[in-house]
């Protein structure tokens, strides 16, 4: 399995618009930061979780040509607001594009991209066969488990894909969701800053908190904002654990 990074910024970005900071940043590359996205490949499949809204940019720099599913973690723009982009990749598969998530996620997507659904779709925009998950299913050679966390009170999914979590916008994973994730090769976890604590994210320390608990042996951060410095932060972090920065690469036996 190739895991690329597609984006690994914040729901701003980094910078964010305006490039306020991006001066106290500049000195590095990896951290500019588009929105969360990631791309999973395997002998068999091409799997992306989110879409938000540089995804075209993203999909150009990794070089995606073809896409045969969609996890959404959850309805906020920047995970979503780059699903208009995926109809191209309706044209290479001449079908639907099947895109799993929660159902309130469904029910957001359908409001938001009315466009795109019933009797009044716009010719030409993106066609989607959306499936509400709640437990574990495979796609090809993958098996994908939905990992329920919460973003605050609002409850989303973390995905397992074979021996690879990934899990964005988190602030409370469940004691059941932990069993879940447990025995994973890698862990992604979002982590939004250093300090202070925030209402619906998990800071660096809380996010290092749990994958030792988990005895995760490599794992990766991301949703960082316009504050966390990528080497620096990494020279603070445990060696098993590092800032994952845009179009980086990882493979998982």
Known sequence: MKVTFLGTGTSMGVPVAGGFKREDLAHDPRNERMR???????????????AG???????????????????ITHEHMDHIGGLDDLRMYNYVLKKDI????????????????????????????????????NSPINLNDLKITPLPVYHGDLKIFGFRVNDFSYLTDVKTIPESTKELIRGSKVVVL??????????????????????????IPS???????????????????PPHIRLAYDMQTIEID
């Open 53 to 71: 809204p540089e995804f075209r940019i993203q999909s150009i720099r990794a070089d995606i040509k073809h896409i045969d599913y969609v996890l």
């Open 219 to 237: 794992a990766y951060l991301i949703h960082m904002n316009s504050y966390v410095d990528h080497q620096e932060s990494n020279e603070k972090l």
């Open 36 to 50: 969360c996205s990631v791309w999973v490949q395997t002998n068999q499949s091409s799997l992306v979780i989110d």
């Open 190 to 215: 979002s982590a939004l800053r250093w300090s202070p604590d925030h209402p619906t994210h998990l800071t660096i320390p809380e996010s290092v908190e749990i994958i030792n608990e988990l005895e």
């Open 98 to 133: 099947p895109v799993y998530t929660t159902d309130s996620a469904v029910k957001s997507i359908e409001k938001r991209f009315e466009y795109m659904f019933g009797e009044n779709k716009y010719p030409g925009s993106t066609s989607l066969d959306l499936n509400i998950i």
